[in-house]
C-alpha cells in the first residue's frame, strides 16, 4: 500500500510544481483528465492510474495532455512523470508524426550557394527524443535493443523515396539530423530521467516553437537486465488552437475565400491608417 | 513580446515587426515608392521564410497603396487610361509570376532566385540613384540655374504599332510599352512581394515619359490592383499569406509614413535620394554575402508532405 499513498502524494504535490511560468501563460483551462491545478486529486483518477487494485510495474502521466500552438506559443516544456516497481530502468521515447521530408544539399556553383542535390526520404518522425535512467547506450548493450531505437537507428529505417547509393544516402540523412538537431526537433540530449527514491521517475520533454503539428507518442519502457518488462504509451496530440488554428485552417483548406479575407483586411487598414495619419 | 505567425508557423517578436513596418512606411513616406523592396529582404534576414516573407509583404503592399491613392484619385492624379493598360500587363505578369513562384517552390530554388533578383535589382536601383544624385549635386554647384531639358526625348519605342493616346500624360505612345512595363512589374510584383513602385515610377517617367505629377497616382493604381491579385493567387495556391504578419508591417507603416513625409519635407531632394541609394546598396550588399558565404549548414529541409 506504500506506493499507492507515495502515488498520491506525488499527485498532489506536481501541480503546485507545474505553476511556473510556462505554464502561468496558458489561456484555455487544463483538460478534464488531468487533476485539477493546485487542488489535490478528486475520485475521478486520471486514466493511466487504475483504481483497481492491480499493480501494474509502470504507471505514467504527462504534465499535459496535449501542446496547444496558440497565438503566444514560444515552445514547451512537458514532463512526463511516473512510478515503476523496483528494480528496473526506465527509458522515454518520444516519437512525432512520420511524414516525407525532401532534404536539399548546396553546393558552390560560379561562386554563389545553390540547392543542387535532393533526396526525399519517407517514415521520418518530426520529432524524435530519447531518454533514460542511465546512459543509454549501456542500457541498449545489453540487448535492450529491439523496440527501443536510438536516433541513428531510428533513421536508418527511414526509406529514401527514390533509390542512390548507400554513401550518398548516408550524407543526406545525416544532413537531415543535422537540420532538424538545429530546430530542436532531434534534441541531442534531453534531460536525463531522474528517479528519486528507487521508484519515482520524471523526465522533462522540451519542445520547440517550429513544431510539426501530428499525434506524437509519448513512451516509456521499464527495463530489467536488459529487457524491456513494461511498455507504457501516451498519445500527445499538438496542434494549433484558437484564432491561429482558425486562420492556418482557412489557408490550408479555403486559400481562395483566405486570400479575399486577406486583401478585405488590406484595404480596411489602409484606408483606417491613411484616415488616422491624415488626421494628425 | 512574442507573437505566433499561424503561416510563418514560428514565433517572433511585436515590436521586430512593427519596427520593420515603420521603417518601410518611413521610407514610403520619405520617397513616395512603398517599402517593400527593403521589407522584404529585412523579414529575410530576421528569419520569416522566403515565401511566407514575399507573399505577406504583397499583402501589405495592398494597404500602402490604398491609403495614398485616395489622395492621388481626389486631386486627379490617376491617368486612368495609362493605368489599366499598365494593370492589363499587371495582371499577367503576376498571374504567370505566381505560376512561377510556384513552380520555383516546388523544385527547391526559390530562396535562390528570389535573394538574386533583390541583388540585381537593389544593386542596379542604387547604383543608378547614387550616381544621379552625385550627377545633380556636382551640377548644381556649379550651375545653380541649370535650365531643365525637354520633357521628353523620342526613342525607336515610341515607333511601335498600336498607338494610343493618354491625354492625362500628353502621350500619343504605343500601348504595348505600358503592357510590357506592367508585364515586368507584375512578374517582380509575383516573386518579390513589391508594389514596384521604385521600378515602375522612374520607368513611367524616364520610359514612357509621363509627367511627375500623374505617376504616382497611376502607378498607385496599377500597384493596388496587382498586389491584390498576387495576394489572392499565393493565398489560393500557396498558402504562404500571413494576415498576422501583414498587419503588423501596416500597422507599423501608419506609425513610419507621416514621420517620413516630414523628414522628407525638411531634407533636401538630393540628399534624400544619395541616403536612400546608400541604403539600398547596403541591403543588396548583405544579400549578396549571403550568397557567396559558405553556409553554416549546406543541408536544409523543404516543405514536409504527410503521405495519406
Given at each position: 500500500?506504500?506506493?499507492?499513498?507515495?502515488?498520491?502524494?506525488?499527485?498532489?504535490?506536481?501541480?503546485?510544481?507545474?505553476?511556473?511560468?510556462?505554464?502561468?501563460q496558458r489561456v484555455e483551462p487544463p483538460p478534464a483528465s488531468l487533476?485539477?491545478?493546485?487542488?489535490?486529486?478528486?475520485?475521478?483518477?486520471?486514466?493511466?492510474?487504475?483504481?483497481?487494485?492491480?499493480?501494474?510495474?509502470?504507471?505514467?502521466?504527462?504534465?499535459?495532455?496535449?501542446?496547444?500552438?496558440?497565438?503566444?506559443?514560444?515552445?514547451?516544456?512537458?514532463?512526463?512523470?511516473?512510478?515503476?516497481?523496483?528494480?528496473?530502468?526506465?527509458?522515454?521515447?518520444?516519437?512525432?508524426?512520420?511524414?516525407?521530408?525532401?532534404?536539399?544539399?548546396?553546393?558552390?556553383?560560379?561562386?554563389?550557394?545553390?540547392?543542387?542535390?535532393?533526396?526525399?526520404?519517407?517514415?521520418?518522425?518530426?520529432?524524435?527524443?530519447?531518454?533514460?535512467?542511465?546512459?543509454?547506450?549501456?542500457?541498449?548493450?545489453?540487448?535492450?535493443?529491439?523496440?527501443?531505437?536510438?536516433?541513428?537507428?531510428?533513421?536508418?529505417?527511414?526509406?529514401?523515396?527514390?533509390?542512390?547509393?548507400?554513401?550518398?544516402?548516408?550524407?543526406?540523412?545525416?544532413?537531415?539530423?543535422?537540420?532538424?538537431?538545429?530546430?530542436?526537433?532531434?534534441?541531442?540530449?534531453?534531460?536525463?530521467?531522474?528517479?528519486?527514491?528507487?521508484?519515482?521517475?520524471?523526465?522533462?520533454?522540451?519542445?520547440?516553437?517550429r513544431l510539426p503539428e501530428g499525434i506524437y507518442e509519448v513512451k516509456?519502457?521499464?527495463?530489467?537486465?536488459?529487457?524491456?518488462?513494461?511498455?507504457?504509451?501516451?498519445?500527445?496530440?499538438?496542434?494549433?488552437?484558437?484564432?491561429?488554428?482558425?486562420?492556418?485552417?482557412?489557408?490550408?483548406?479555403?486559400?481562395?475565400?483566405?486570400?479575399?479575407?486577406?486583401?478585405?483586411?488590406?484595404?480596411?487598414?489602409?484606408?483606417?491608417?491613411?484616415?488616422?495619419?491624415?488626421?494628425? | 513580446?512574442?507573437?505566433?505567425?499561424?503561416?510563418?508557423?514560428?514565433?517572433?517578436?511585436?515590436?521586430?515587426?512593427?519596427?520593420?513596418?515603420?521603417?518601410?512606411?518611413?521610407?514610403?513616406?520619405?520617397?513616395?515608392?512603398?517599402?517593400?523592396?527593403?521589407?522584404?529582404?529585412?523579414?529575410?534576414?530576421?528569419?520569416?521564410?522566403?515565401?511566407?516573407?514575399?507573399?505577406?509583404?504583397?499583402?501589405?503592399?495592398?494597404?500602402?497603396?490604398?491609403?495614398?491613392?485616395?489622395?492621388?484619385?481626389?486631386?486627379?492624379?490617376?491617368?486612368?487610361?495609362?493605368?489599366?493598360?499598365?494593370?492589363?500587363?499587371?495582371?499577367?505578369?503576376?498571374?504567370?509570376?505566381?505560376?512561377?513562384?510556384?513552380?520555383?517552390?516546388?523544385?527547391?530554388?526559390?530562396?535562390?532566385?528570389?535573394?538574386?533578383?533583390?541583388?540585381?535589382?537593389?544593386?542596379?536601383?542604387?547604383?543608378?540613384?547614387?550616381?544621379?544624385?552625385?550627377?545633380?549635386?556636382?551640377?548644381?554647384?556649379?550651375?545653380?540655374?541649370?535650365?531643365?531639358?525637354?520633357?521628353?526625348?523620342?526613342?525607336?519605342?515610341?515607333?511601335?504599332?498600336?498607338?494610343?493616346?493618354?491625354?492625362?500624360?500628353?502621350?500619343?505612345?504605343?500601348?504595348?510599352?505600358?503592357?510590357?512595363?506592367?508585364?515586368?512589374?507584375?512578374?517582380?510584383?509575383?516573386?518579390?512581394?513589391?508594389?514596384?513602385?521604385?521600378?515602375?515610377?522612374?520607368?513611367?517617367?524616364?520610359?514612357?515619359?509621363?509627367?511627375?505629377?500623374?505617376?504616382?497616382?497611376?502607378?498607385?493604381?496599377?500597384?493596388?490592383?496587382?498586389?491584390?491579385?498576387?495576394?489572392?493567387?499565393?493565398?489560393?495556391?500557396?498558402?504562404?499569406?500571413?494576415?498576422?504578419?501583414?498587419?503588423?508591417?501596416?500597422?507599423?507603416?501608419?506609425?513610419?509614413?507621416?514621420?517620413?513625409?516630414?523628414?522628407?519635407?525638411?531634407?533636401?531632394?538630393?540628399?534624400?535620394?544619395?541616403?536612400?541609394?546608400?541604403?539600398?546598396?547596403?541591403?543588396?550588399?548583405?544579400?549578396?554575402?549571403?550568397?557567396?558565404?559558405?553556409?553554416?549548414?549546406?543541408?536544409?529541409?523543404?516543405?514536409?508532405?504527410?503521405?495519406?
Amino acid at each position: 500500500m506504500t506506493w499507492r499513498l507515495a502515488l498520491l502524494g506525488l499527485l498532489a504535490v506536481l501541480p503546485a510544481a507545474f505553476a511556473v511560468p510556462a505554464f502561468a501563460q496558458r489561456v484555455e483551462p487544463p483538460p478534464a483528465s488531468l487533476p485539477p491545478m493546485g487542488g489535490p486529486p478528486d475520485s475521478s483518477a486520471p486514466p493511466s492510474v487504475p483504481t483497481e487494485p492491480t499493480t501494474p510495474e509502470l504507471i505514467v502521466d504527462l504534465s499535459l495532455a496535449r501542446v496547444s500552438i496558440t497565438s503566444a506559443f514560444q515552445g514547451e516544456s512537458i514532463l512526463m512523470f511516473g512510478m515503476f516497481d523496483p528494480p528496473g530502468e526506465i527509458v522515454v521515447v518520444v516519437q512525432g508524426p512520420a511524414a516525407r521530408e525532401t532534404v536539399m544539399r548546396k553546393q558552390r556553383v560560379l561562386g554563389l550557394w545553390l540547392n543542387t542535390g535532393r533526396q526525399s526520404f519517407d517514415d521520418v518522425p518530426a520529432y524524435y527524443a530519447i531518454a533514460a535512467s542511465q546512459p543509454l547506450q549501456r542500457l541498449l548493450a545489453r540487448g535492450a535493443g529491439g523496440e527501443i531505437l536510438s536516433l541513428e537507428d531510428r533513421l536508418s529505417t527511414i526509406k529514401p523515396a527514390t533509390p542512390r547509393d548507400s554513401a550518398e544516402l548516408a550524407k543526406f540523412r545525416s544532413g537531415l539530423v543535422e537540420v532538424k538537431r538545429q530546430e530542436g526537433l532531434y534534441p541531442a540530449a534531453i534531460g536525463q530521467v531522474t528517479v528519486q527514491a528507487g521508484r519515482l521517475f520524471r523526465v522533462d520533454l522540451p519542445f520547440p516553437s517550429r513544431l510539426p503539428e501530428g499525434i506524437y507518442e509519448v513512451k516509456a519502457y521499464l527495463l530489467r537486465d536488459g529487457k524491456i518488462v513494461a511498455a507504457v504509451s501516451r498519445p500527445l496530440p499538438v496542434g494549433k488552437v484558437g484564432f491561429s488554428a482558425q486562420l492556418a485552417g482557412w489557408s490550408a483548406h479555403e486559400g481562395p475565400l483566405y486570400g479575399l479575407g486577406a486583401i478585405l483586411m488590406a484595404l480596411f487598414a489602409g484606408w483606417i491608417g491613411g484616415a488616422i495619419v491624415r488626421r494628425l | 513580446m512574442e507573437i505566433y505567425l499561424p503561416i510563418a508557423e514560428q514565433s517572433m517578436n511585436v515590436f521586430i515587426l512593427l519596427g520593420l513596418g515603420a521603417a518601410a512606411g518611413l521610407l514610403a513616406g520619405m520617397f513616395g515608392v512603398g517599402g517593400g523592396f527593403l521589407a522584404t529582404p529585412l523579414l529575410i534576414f530576421v528569419g520569416i521564410p522566403p515565401a511566407v516573407a514575399v507573399a505577406s509583404q504583397a499583402n501589405q503592399v495592398i494597404a500602402n497603396s490604398v491609403s495614398s491613392l485616395q489622395v492621388q484619385w481626389r486631386r486627379g492624379n490617376v491617368d486612368l487610361r495609362m493605368g489599366l493598360v499598365l494593370l492589363l500587363g499587371g495582371m499577367i505578369g503576376s498571374s504567370a509570376g505566381v505560376s512561377l513562384f510556384t513552380y520555383l517552390k516546388r523544385i527547391g530554388q526559390i530562396d535562390f532566385v528570389i535573394a538574386v533578383l533583390y541583388v540585381v535589382m537593389l544593386s542596379s536601383i542604387g547604383l543608378l540613384m547614387l550616381a544621379e544624385s552625385l550627377r545633380t549635386y556636382l551640377k548644381r554647384r556649379r550651375n545653380p540655374e541649370a535650365p531643365r531639358g525637354k520633357l521628353h526625348t523620342h526613342y525607336l519605342v515610341h515607333r511601335l504599332p498600336l498607338k494610343l493616346r493618354f491625354y492625362k500624360s500628353k502621350l500619343y505612345i504605343s500601348a504595348l510599352l505600358p503592357l510590357a512595363l506592367g508585364f515586368i512589374i507584375g512578374i517582380l510584383s509575383a516573386i518579390l512581394g513589391v508594389g514596384g513602385g521604385f521600378v515602375l515610377v522612374p520607368a513611367m517617367i524616364y520610359l514612357l515619359g509621363m509627367p511627375t505629377s500623374v505617376v504616382i497616382g497611376t502607378s498607385n493604381f496599377q500597384i493596388l490592383f496587382v498586389a491584390a491579385n498576387v495576394t489572392f493567387l499565393q493565398a489560393a495556391t500557396n498558402g504562404t499569406v500571413d494576415v498576422v504578419l501583414a498587419l503588423l508591417l501596416i500597422m507599423g507603416g501608419v506609425v513610419g509614413a507621416p514621420i517620413g513625409s516630414r523628414l522628407a519635407a525638411k531634407l533636401p531632394g538630393v540628399a534624400l535620394r544619395g541616403l536612400m541609394s546608400v541604403l539600398i546598396l547596403a541591403v543588396a550588399a548583405e544579400l549578396l554575402t549571403e550568397l557567396l558565404r559558405t553556409p553554416s549548414s549546406i543541408y536544409s529541409l523543404s516543405t514536409r508532405e504527410v503521405l495519406p
